[in-house]
């Protein structure tokens, strides 16, 4: 996206990243069963929507409502990683794709904590 209006939060690689693998879900769950609409489908989605959305919500504010945001987007992301493990055991998605969504949010999580990080030490 190449819009004239940029935001501070749009400048962090984290927040890139979020957003894709948001995508990443939301093609992803395009497969399940349609009566999962409702339930994993739904959970996994917002799960996923969830982390970008902390990070944008959470970093105008001061620093220890930014670090409660990160540590909300560390929460769904770790929300995805249940969710990737459900769909795999209902043969939903296949091992592959499983690990895929692992190591993604691997990163997420690492980027993340290291932003916390990084905002509680200049905080002090």
């Known amino acids: 996206m190449n819009s004239k209006y940029v935001f501070a939060f749009e400048k962090l690689d984290v927040y890139h990243k979020a957003i894709d693998y948001g995508e990443h879900v939301h093609l992803q769950i395009k497969s399940?069963?349609?009566d999962e609409l409702y339930a994993i489908s739904s959970q996994y989605r917002r799960?996923?929507?969830s982390i970008a959305l902390n990070i944008s919500e959470g970093?105008?504010?001061s620093d220890a409502q930014f670090i409660k945001h990160l540590n909300i987007a560390i929460y769904s992301a770790n929300e995805c990683i249940t969710c990737s493990t459900?769909?795999?055991k209902r043969n939903y998605i296949d091992f592959e794709k499983d690990e895929?969504?692992?190591m993604l949010i691997t990163e997420l999580t690492k980027m993340l904590s290291?932003?916390?990080s990084y905002v509680r030490k200049r905080s002090l």
Do not use: I, T
């Open 47 to 49: 799960a996923a929507d």
């Open 32 to 34: 399940f069963p349609k």
């Open 114 to 116: 290291s932003l916390r």
């Open 100 to 102: 895929e969504n692992r």
């Open 59 to 61: 970093y105008p504010g």
């Open 86 to 88: 459900k769909a795999f």
